[in-house]
């Protein structure tokens, strides 16, 4: 059966993609092997977090027009940008997880390195504003979870907020026996009544006039939990981003998973695309691998959200020769030779292998170093898309949101 | 002021054998280490305990050397060594007459070789290439230096010996044409101190020449540099070993919960450079993929380089042709008495180096103890009924391996605070099976200054993760211990571990990467020093 649109990779930027489509109209195929990084990022929407020399941006919708021409971001336009973040900011509103922020300003996010970083949109419990206002700051920690260190925190905060009394407080809630907790086995935790009261009275004693408490992503794998649990509290707590497993990180996607379903999306699970069928400058099909057949699935047009090298969409086998494995589209990279490898990991500019992506024209279709097209109805959004440090620049989930809001308008004007 | 009889410069393999050997026959002796133990060829090589059939054609006496000590250390050094034999495979475009020297080679050196058919070679290493024509077990090991050196140091104190890491030699104090003492310095702190001694042994290895420079001599050294890279898993559980003239990448080492290939030979001026090059990767590979198939599949954890310190006599060969044997230099005929340089060798033969220079250093002070370092063992083993008793709070699977790095002493403590705390109970690293509590015990030793010493003295950090989960934690316990500042431990520690990545950054390793990147520029925000 013949679709209107097929997506291939399951991140951010094609469940985005896919439902763009399928609001619009648009009959739609998702295929997918993995699960995208949002386990892996915390869910927070990072727009633009620092410029070229690794300064903080203050207003990412200004400062779009001063990044390189190479930049997604130039491609795609601030409209396009503007447009994702009210497209998201109304989905995740409707499917009870909110996100705040604006695309003028940034919200700061503590870490749990004790440091702040600045993003975009991030729900409630990781808006981290209460704790720049307060005078008194809590790091709290549970007792057997590993990954978030109240003390290390504490520590470190003081170097951002001199003027302000951080303390740190452990709470034994009493959960986990013996053995180690992550925070999505404290988070699950927390959802049940009992133990969130637990939480809450243990913290009570430490609530006071202008205090605010800050911890790891436990506050609840129901988006409920933290509001719920902030308001019995009486005083702000706030999550902070940190290792993965990232509680909010698998919010943000347990709502997208439901929003699939009720989009009436074709989704194709744990299927990996191996191969790609054209006619002249048209895709006509991909072909997926599953455990047990292949499929191939026809579509009039294509969109590409397999990720860079964290996702497969870009792989490197061997030095300098990187290569796009569905349907061998150029790639663009800048090549390194020995006198010229990446030897700091933090060297203060953006990494140039992390640069290495798909060249798109301004609709967001692929093109050749030459700048000639090379398919007609085939789309790259996300980390495929290259010109871009998402890693430098706190930038990934921006682009994954405004590439698909780009891709899912163009490529139904195809029809 | 520091009063010793030896002072030993050089915290290598060779320099903490003769630590512990002086040690053991009574004599006063410190050594002193520029960075920590084993910062240079000692630890930035294989870890193959040689059988001696790589020599059995080129030096018949190394290689008897080889299997004499090789039996030794087995004894003496149990927790050090994973005896897993070894391989020698040739291969159909290997040369079929050095095949037959090599095995007059082993007959000759007294090293045992048993000839199994193809077929069974790839039994035992299923990963081996099927272009195999013949193949033989000898007995090689592999041996962890690390843990080696550090359990020479534990019982050298046991006899009186003392080290000092981080502390360089600045100056040779002489007085008359003798050893008088030297002018020492902590690079960590900057503090300097004199040492009065009597007699001075440079075991500094690719830096002997530099040493011996401080006195006004002058020692022929080459540093040689030997890149190696390190895959996420056991490829093979034995050495494996091409069967041909010894050359570049033919090496395969299972070493605790990874495998090493190596080696490259490059001569380099500084034996500080140790940076590894993709050319040298991908001739490693090129090489490598010959003798297990599918090669390039594999994960990469990262590329690590060593100097070889080769020995050269005014004339003599170079680079792989040099020598693997040792010299021991009296500077006295030079018109320096006390001063003593060692130089050459290599790590299966370092207790015999240690036992040859320490005989020298009796003979000169008059001292007439023999040496008992082939007889004692390095450390005493945990009891199984320590370990059965254990076993109630350790993680599945980590009493053995912990058993092994941390000997009788430190093992007991942390078995006691596995039982007191259950918090310690938590295993910050899962790559390498180490619980908080063994990380709390040695974190808190006078020797630990940086996550990376930890490392080297638990293996945190070591293995698939290459830090990107342990690190954070190893941070937060440093800062509570009053260790250092976390982010700055932790932004070191990164940027250490990628020192080894950038030169492989290719497939699954180039997805690690972004990984390393995600979590420690964009979850914790470090990157930024302001």
């Given at each position: 059966m013949k679709q209107d649109v097929v997506v291939v990779g399951g991140g951010l930027s094609g469940f985005t993609a896919a439902l763009m489509c399928a609001e619009q109209g648009a009959a739609v195929t998702l295929i997918f092997a993995g699960a995208g990084t949002l386990p892996l990022s915390g869910g927070v929407i990072d727009v633009l977090g620092f410029d070229g020399q690794k300064r903080e941006v203050q207003n990412p919708a200004a400062a779009l027009s001063a990044l390189p021409s190479k930049h997604p971001y130039r491609k795609m336009g601030v409209e396009s940008l503007q447009g994702a973040i009210d497209w998201f900011k109304d989905f995740a509103a409707r499917y009870g997880h909110p996100y705040e922020g604006e695309l003028t300003t940034q919200i700061p996010v503590a870490t749990a390195a004790g440091t702040i970083k600045p993003t975009c949109l991030a729900p409630r419990s990781l808006n981290g504003s209460p704790l720049v206002a307060a005078k008194r700051i809590v790091v709290v920690g549970i007792v057997g979870l590993k990954d978030f260190y109240e003390r290390l925190v504490a520590a470190a905060l003081p170097k951002i907020f001199a003027d302000k009394e951080i303390t740190a407080v452990t709470v034994d809630l009493h959960i986990g026996g013996k053995r180690d907790m992550t925070m999505l086995d404290v988070a699950r935790r927390l959802d049940e009544p009992k133990t969130q009261e637990a939480f809450v009275n243990a913290l009570k004693p430490y609530v006071a006039n202008e205090t605010a408490f800050v911890t790891g992503q436990i506050l609840g794998m129901n988006s409920v939990t933290a509001v719920d649990t902030e308001e019995r509290l009486g005083a702000p707590i706030r999550e902070t981003t940190g290792l993965p497993p990232a509680v909010n990180g698998l919010r943000l996607a347990k709502i997208y998973e439901r929003a699939i379903i009720d989009a009436k999306i074709n989704t194709v699970r744990g299927a990996k695309v191996i191969a790609a069928k054209r006619d002249g400058r048209r895709i006509v099909s991909v072909t997926a691998k599953a455990a047990a057949r292949e499929n191939e699935y026809f579509a009039d047009a294509f969109i590409l959200a397999t990720g860079g090298f964290y996702g497969g969409g870009i792989v490197m086998e061997r030095f300098n020769e990187p290569y796009e494995p569905i349907f061998n589209l150029p790639v663009d990279f800048i090549a390194e030779t020995d006198d010229d490898l990446p030897t700091d990991i933090f060297a203060g500019v953006p990494q140039k292998f992390a640069l290495t992506g798909l060249m798109t024209d301004e609709h967001l279709r692929s093109i050749d170093g030459a700048g000639k097209l090379v398919a007609e109805n085939l789309f790259v959004v996300g980390k495929?898309?290259?010109?871009?440090?998402y890693c430098f620049e706190h930038s990934g989930n921006g682009v994954a949101l405004a590439s698909a809001y780009k891709a899912s308008h163009e490529c139904l004007c195809l029809k | 002021m520091e009063k010793t009889d030896v002072l030993i410069v050089g915290g290598g393999v060779t320099g903490v054998g003769i630590l512990r050997d002086l040690s053991m026959r009574g004599v006063p002796t410190l050594l002193i280490e520029k960075?920590?133990?084993?910062?240079?060829?000692s630890s930035r090589y294989h870890g193959l305990l040689h059988s001696g059939g790589r020599y059995a054609v080129k030096d018949r006496a190394a290689a008897r050397e080889c299997i004499e000590e090789n039996k030794i250390l087995r004894r003496i050094g149990a927790a050090c060594v994973e005896p897993t034999e070894g391989l020698f495979v040739r291969l159909d475009v290997d040369d079929d007459a050095y095949e037959e020297q090599w095995i007059v080679g082993c007959q000759k050196s007294g090293i045992p070789f048993k000839e199994i058919t193809p077929d069974e070679a790839r039994t035992l290493e299923p990963r081996l290439t099927d272009k195999i024509v013949s193949a033989y077990v000898v007995p090689d090991a592999s041996i962890d230096g690390f843990r080696c050196a550090w359990q020479n140091i534990d019982s050298a104190k046991r006899y009186g010996g003392r080290a000092k890491t981080y502390t360089e030699l600045v100056d040779v104090l002489q007085t008359g044409g003798e050893v008088t003492g030297a002018r020492i310095k902590n690079v960590l702190t900057g503090a300097e101190e004199f040492v009065d001694c009597k007699i001075i042994v440079n075991?500094?290895?690719?830096w002997a020449g530099k040493i011996a420079a401080k006195a006004g001599l002058n020692v022929g050294v080459q540093p040689d540099k030997g890149s190696l890279i390190v895959f996420n898993s056991r490829l093979v559980t034995h050495i494996v070993n091409r069967l041909h003239k010894s050359s570049d990448g033919d090496i395969f080492v299972p070493c605790g919960s990874v495998t090493i290939l190596g080696t490259t030979s490059v001569a380099v001026d500084d034996p500080e450079d140790t940076r590894v090059t993709r050319a040298e990767v991908e001739r490693l590979l090129t090489i490598g993929e010959k003798m297990l198939v599918n090669l390039r599949e594999y994960r990469i954890l990262r590329a690590f380089a060593g100097s070889r310190p080769l020995y050269l006599p005014t004339g003599g060969e170079k680079g792989r042709s040099a020598s693997r044997g040792f010299a021991i230099i009296d500077h006295a005929a030079e018109g320096l008495a006390g001063m003593l340089t060692i130089v050459g060798g290599k790590f299966t033969t370092y207790r015999l180096m240690a036992e040859k220079m320490s005989d020298k250093v009796c003979e000169i002070l008059g001292v007439t103890v023999p040496c008992r370092t082939a007889t004692e063992p390095l450390t005493e083993d945990v009891s199984s009924d320590a370990k059965h008793r254990a076993r109630k709070y350790f993680p599945a699977y980590g009493v053995e391996r912990a058993a092994e790095r941390l000997g009788k002493e430190r093992f007991q403590k942390v078995t006691e605070l596995l039982q007191r705390d259950d918090n310690s109970r938590k295993l910050l690293c899962e790559c390498e099976n180490v619980t908080r509590a063994e990380i709390a015990v040695v974190a808190a030793e006078d020797t630990i200054h940086s996550l990376g010493d930890l490392r080297r003295r638990t293996?945190?950090?070591?293995?698939?993760c290459q830090g990107n989960f342990c690190t954070l934690r190893n941070a937060a316990l440093f800062a509570e211990i009053g260790k250092g500042d976390p982010l700055v431990e932790m932004r070191k520690n990164i940027r250490e571990r990628f020192k080894g990545v950038h030169p492989v950054l290719i497939g699954k390793t180039l997805r690690e990467a972004e990984m390393t990147r995600a979590i420690y520029e964009l979850a914790f925000n470090i990157a930024d020093e302001n």
């Open positions: 495929n898309l290259s010109g871009y440090d | 960075a920590d133990l084993m910062n240079g060829a075991a500094a290895g690719a293996r945190i950090g070591m293995g698939t």
